[in-house]
């Protein structure tokens, strides 16, 4: 496994302001991944952090929304850009250690209250 | 339909008790499968991955595989109350991009 810190643990926003979220690994890691689970859901992936180039975001995430950035292979930050209530959620980033086994881990999360 | 479907619950179990926590998916290409527990206001822990049919022990809890059903399951046995939690079922696809399902909730009673 890895030891995963995310910055900040917690936050309280104004509408139409912006938060970028650290993401930081004790060891270089081969995948990282950006998650967000919103209040009583499960997990919905946002996009993958490739080191040294653009993230590949999933259906429904643009890159304008949750800009990403990943310059080497222990960190990454995801901002969340103009936020509204509806981006009140937990944001998660997870990493892929051992990509033969594909097993993913997760840092202890952000949870993000839009007012 | 769904990749990964769980039931919901709330499962609730007595001190002791076999919980049995089941999940179905969708793709049949899918060649790993992960369970993953999440206590309230934490976040997800993994704690078993199967690869190949048929079950894989660890301590109290078994996976259990049956990719022609497309079923995989998670078996704990002699429950705690420290088990309370939600449980995720996790599915990759695209190799190394993760479809989670709803997760269980479970509840073991002293």
């Known amino acids: 496994s890895a030891v995963i810190s995310q910055k900040p643990s917690r936050d309280i926003c104004q509408r139409g302001t912006s938060l970028t979220i650290q993401c930081q690994v004790d060891s270089q890691v081969t995948m990282m991944f950006w998650y967000r689970q919103q209040p009583g859901q499960s997990l919905t992936l946002i996009a993958t952090?490739?080191?040294?180039?653009?993230?590949?975001?999933e259906s429904g995430f643009v890159i304008d929304k949750f800009p990403i950035s990943r310059p080497n292979l222990t960190f990454s930050t995801l901002t969340v850009s103009n936020m509204s209530p509806e981006d009140s959620s937990i944001y998660l980033c997870?990493?892929?250690?051992?990509?033969?086994?594909?097993?993913?881990?997760f840092g202890p999360g952000t949870r993000l209250t839009v007012l | 339909q769904k990749e990964v479907e769980q039931n919901s619950g709330p499962l609730s179990v007595p001190e002791g008790a076999i919980a049995s926590l089941n999940c179905t998916y969708s793709d049949r290409v899918s060649q790993s499968f992960f369970w993953y527990r999440q206590y309230s206001g934490k976040s997800p822990e993994l704690i078993m991955s199967i690869y190949s049919n048929g079950d894989k022990e660890d301590g109290r809890f078994t996976a259990q595989l049956n990719k022609a059903s497309q079923y995989v399951s998670l078996l704990i046995r002699d429950s705690q109350p420290s088990d309370s939690a939600t449980y995720l079922c996790?599915?990759?696809?695209?190799?190394?991009?993760?479809?989670f399902g709803s997760g269980t909730k479970l509840n073991v009673k002293p």
């Open positions: 996790a599915v990759p696809y695209n190799f190394n991009k993760f479809y």
């Open positions: 997870s990493v892929v250690v051992d990509i033969g086994y594909n097993e993913q881990f």
């Open positions: 952090a490739n080191q040294g180039s653009e993230a590949t975001y």
